[in-house]
Structures are given as C-alpha cells and as structure tokens.
C-alpha cells in the first residue's frame, strides 16, 4: 500500500456526524421485544467473546439496559471465519419500512456499457460508518451469555439499513452519479 493514511488499519471511535443518521420509527402500539439467547457452539461462544471486546474498544457497541434484546447466532464464512449475526426479526416486524429507493442491477449494468475500464472500492465496515440516533441505540440491544448490549453504529440486519445506507451513499456521491460513478449500498464502481 503506497498510502496507509488513506487506508487505515483501524475505524476506532464513533463516526462523525453525517447528513444522514440512522433512525428506528416503530409502528403504532409496537412493544418491546426481548429473545431468550440462542446456544452457541464453544467455538462460536470464543469468537462471540472476541467480537464483543473488537466492537466495545472500537465505541460500536456499549453496555446496555434496554427493555429490548435480540438474539445472536454465527454464519461460518468462506474463508472460515465467523460473522456474528444478531437476528432482528422481531424488531423489523415492528419497524416502519423505510421506502428510499435501491437500484435497479439492470439498470446499472445500461450505465456500463460505454465503460471499458473500471475500479471498484468497498467500503470497509461501511455501516459501522453511520450513527444510530441517539434514542434509538436501545432498541439495537442485542442479549449474549456476557452482557446486554446496543449498538451505536449501524448493525447489519435491520430491515431499513440498506436503504439509508444506499441514501447516504447518493447523497455523497451525487456529483458523480451518471457521470464515471455507480452505487449499489456500500461497493463503489468507478
């Protein structure tokens, strides 16, 4: 790498303000719902220990109270590790479904057409770059064997995260949509 301070290692710390941050509106008479954790292998209950301390030290996540918490289980990547999940299914249930509109792939490919080369760039922990409103980190809670805790950041698995992530992405490259720039969520074609 020619320029490591482009590049960081590490995306410690809470991320700035954005024009767009992360909201939970739930729909009318929605209670809190908390799930019993789910039984975790002793490999997945390492990884989880491991996962919980990376994302405490980074600010993502913090301790939490929160009438609310989400189960957590593991899916085993390709190159064998593991992606921790937490499984907000009930929680979307009760979330009032952001309609910002994701791109059509058939339409992105029309764009390619006049394009013979191209470079592509993707966001490394790309929702953990956009801030949960404040009174809304409550209901990320998510309940392990070690703690109650809720994230700061945008966790994967919420029904509307796609969608702001796809709006703070346009919203960013506006300039350059239609002209040598495609989005699709958090990869960045060039």
């Keep these: 790498r020619d320029f490591p301070e482009v590049y960081p290692e590490d995306l410690s710390g809470l991320p700035p303000i954005r024009p767009v941050e992360f909201q939970i509106d739930l729909v009318p008479g929605a209670a809190p719902v ?3 954790p789910y039984r975790l292998a002793p490999s997945e209950m390492k990884e989880l220990a491991e996962q919980l301390k990376e994302l405490s030290d980074k600010g993502f996540v913090r301790p939490s109270s929160s009438p609310w918490g989400a189960p957590v289980m593991f899916v085993k990547k390709k190159d064998g590790s593991f992606r921790m999940c937490i499984d907000y299914r009930e929680l979307n249930k009760l979330t009032v479904k952001n309609c910002y509109p994701l791109p059509r792939i058939d339409d992105l490919f029309d764009q390619l057409q006049r394009s013979s ?16 409103r404040e009174e809304d980190t409550p209901k990320t809670a998510f309940r392990t064997c070690y ?31 239609d002209k040598f720039v495609i989005v699709v969520i958090d990869d960045i074609l060039i």
């Design 117 to 132: 080369v191209y470079s592509k760039i993707d966001l490394r922990s790309g929702y953990h770059q956009l801030r949960v």
């Design 147 to 177: 703690g109650h805790y809720e994230f700061q950041v945008m966790p994967f698995g919420l029904t509307n995260a796609p969608a702001v992530f796809m709006d703070l992405m346009n919203r960013v490259c506006k300039p350059y949509l």
């Design 34 to 36: 908390a799930r019993a």
